[in-house]
T-cell receptor, first 113, second 110 residues
Framework: GENVEQHPSTLSVQEGDSAVIKCTYSDSASNYFPWYKQELGKGPQLIIDIRSNVGEKKDQRIAVTLNKTAKHFSLHITETQPEDSAVYFCAEGYGGATNKLIFGTGTLLAVQP | NAGVTQTPKFQVLKTGQSMTLQCAQDMNHNSMYWYRQDPGMGLRLIYYSASEGTTDKGEVPNGYNVSRLNKREFSLRLESAAPSQTSVYFC?????????FGPGTRLTVT
């Protein structure tokens, strides 16, 4: 069945360093790959997403890269700040009007000041 | 514009009791979803509704029922709660692409 592997499960970096989280998916038909940030006690919030027709997308300090051949996609956060500390989830989906998503198991990112 | 709201925020049930989790969105979205979140397992889809009047099973539907009351509201019912249903439940809505999540309901079944 469909599943998404996410690594690492925990990541600790110094403020100002970069952080990279990687996901691998299994369904070759998937064409929508979002990343969500979840702060303690809150619901997940979309931070960036990418569709299969592009290989990279950037939004200020955040970027996502996609390798459809290898079925990998990654989140890159540069110049990390303490407020980036949270749990990050990747997901895969079909990107249609009703977008059923399969989520990874999450990465707890801790940015040390 | 409140986005997605969920009630209650917390609930404790005894095994065998029933309850309904409420969800409402004010973004005029057609699609709504119910997820459960367990430690180390990410979010798993329980049920979803592509539009008013339709519902479909997700990955983990056993032990749950849903009702899409109207375009705004999508409720999740546990008919006979079990300890395995202890979890945090999130409702979400979308209109293609991004899903918007509610703040969650933390449910404990003893």
């Amino acid at each position: 069945g469909e599943n998404v592997e996410q690594h690492p499960s925990t990541l600790s970096v110094q403020e100002g360093d970069s952080a990279v989280i990687k996901c691998t998916y299994s369904d070759s038909a998937s064409n929508y790959f979002p990343w969500y940030k979840q702060e303690l006690g809150k619901g997940p919030q979309l931070i960036i997403d990418i569709r299969s027709n592009v290989g990279e997308k950037k939004d200020q300090r955040i970027a996502v890269t996609l390798n459809k051949t290898a079925k990998h996609f990654s989140l890159h956060i540069t110049e990390t700040q303490p407020e980036d500390s949270a749990v990050y989830f990747c997901a895969e989906g079909y990107g249609g009007a009703t977008n059923k998503l399969i989520f990874g198991t999450g990465t707890l990112l801790a940015v040390q000041p | 514009n409140a986005g997605v709201t969920q009630t209650p925020k917390f609930q404790v049930l005894k095994t065998g009791q029933s309850m309904t989790l409420q969800c409402a969105q004010d973004m005029n979205h057609n699609s709504m979803y119910w997820y459960r979140q367990d430690p180390g397992m990410g979010l798993r889809l329980i049920y979803y509704s592509a539009s008013e009047g339709t519902t479909d099973k997700g990955e983990v539907p056993n032990g749950y029922n849903v009702s899409r009351l109207n375009k705004r509201e999508f409720s999740l019912r546990l008919e006979s709660a079990a300890p395995s249903q202890t979890s945090v439940y999130f409702c979400a809505s979308s209109e293609g692409g991004e899903q918007y999540f509610g703040p969650g309901t933390r449910l404990t079944v003893t």
